[in-house]
């Protein structure tokens, strides 16, 4: 599918600025009544492969060819929305801890940035339980990060992490990531409640099912501040691919089939109500806006 000239001209913009910007500490906007603050966690930077690995690798260059963007590697964002109502902080997942990656783990500095104390953090939603958005959650001395918040994952999510045959469902390069999921939600099974898709988890913030990229993944829908937005965690993860073409399958995502039909529900719901997305690797920290595009979708990031 041809990008339009429009769409050539976000992507364009909206990279540029991740490129200026993977080094900034925060982004701020306000949605209702509520301050949402992106805290940087780092960034990631991935083979151009894995973008796309049920696509022809030639209908993906020339996709990213069409949008200005690198073929060769991608580079994501980490992106740790905060949302402030009050006195009231709520985090969605948690960062990567400084074991991860060496360009990762810098949510700690944001939040010191910022002025937000861990402490005073009330509630910790995850997504999924992957390594960018869940070790984080310990600290140096493998105690909870944010020592006095409930962390909030659904129970598909959890019962993946800890099937006995764990190990055996995952790629050899996968495996570190169920035994590092094991030892952090161990470590916070004492702050920790279990959900299901649909539940209102806490008032002003509902869980909206979009398995497949993990058998638990969720995207989060809040209205703490009256307006609504969602949480998108990796339901969407490129600020092309995941828009132009939301069948083709992330190379991470557990079940591509299920990842693709979440990904086009969650985008035709928020095209259609026109509700603004946080997504977790986005560019611009991850704050925008979702339209029709011809027979599929763009990102908009916010001004």
Known sequence: MALTRRDLAYAAAAWTMSLSNLRAQTARSRIGQAEV??????????????????????????????????LDQVTNSLNVPVVR????????DSGSGKNFMPTTGRLPDSMEKAAIDPAKVKHVFLTHAHPDHLWG???????????????????????????????????????AFAAGAQRVLKALEPQIKRFRP??????????????????????FEVRLGGSPFLVAGD?????????????????????PEKAAVSRKRLLSRLASEKIPLAAYHLPRGGLGHVEISGAAYRFVPMA
Not at 39 to 64: F, H, K
Not at 158 to 171: E, G, M, Y
Request: hydrophobic share 45%.
């Open 37 to 70: 603050l992106i805290l940087d966690d780092g960034t990631i930077t991935l083979p151009g492969s894995l973008l796309a690995r049920s696509a022809p690798r030639e209908e993906v260059s020339r996709l990213l060819a069409e949008a200005g963007l690198p």
């Open 85 to 92: 109502v009050g006195d009231d902080l709520v985090m969605f």
């Open 137 to 175: 959650a310990l600290d140096d001395f493998d105690t909870a990060a944010c020592p006095n918040a409930t962390y909030h994952i659904a129970q598909a999510e959890w019962d993946f992490w800890f099937r006995p045959d764990i190990f055996s469902q995952l790629p050899e390069d996968r495996q």
């Open 198 to 219: 649909g539940d209102e988890v806490i008032p002003g913030v509902a869980a909206f099912d979009t398995t497949g990229h993990t058998p638990g993944h969720v995207a």
């Open 235 to 255: 339901a969407v993860t490129h600020p092309v691919v995941s828009f132009a073409r939301p069948d083709w399958a992330g190379g991470f995502d557990h079940d």
